[in-house]
């Protein structure tokens, strides 16, 4: 079990975020300003994999990208020429889930 707080109190609450894990459930809540965001998952942590651009160009060469599906300008959606989904997290190359088979093709999903 983890707990995780962490915060910049002067006197009043201007940023705070508070990370609760127990087994497979998480929570999380943070506070910036007036900007307030909470996020909660039970089950298995999807797998992410963080990518150079020489490995994301080697990938895109290997299976292109057939269409964009949704950019919402912190996460994007694409579809391969195999039919699977990809989602990607900007800024970093990092890949958050896939739909389908595995993008690299190694047979392991």
Known sequence: MRFWLEHRLPR???YAKVYFEAGSATVSFSLDGTNAD???SIGRKGVREQMTDREYTRLRA???A?????DDGRMFVI???KGCEES???PRWTLVHVRGANPRGDGTD
């Not at 057939?66 to 949704?70: I, R």
């Open 79 to 81: 579809r391969n020429t």
């Open 62 to 64: 290997q299976i292109p």
């Open 66 to 70: 057939k269409e964009a599906l949704g």
């Open 88 to 90: 990607w997290l900007k």
């Open 12 to 14: 009043r609450l201007r």
């Open 38 to 40: 909470w996020r909660a």
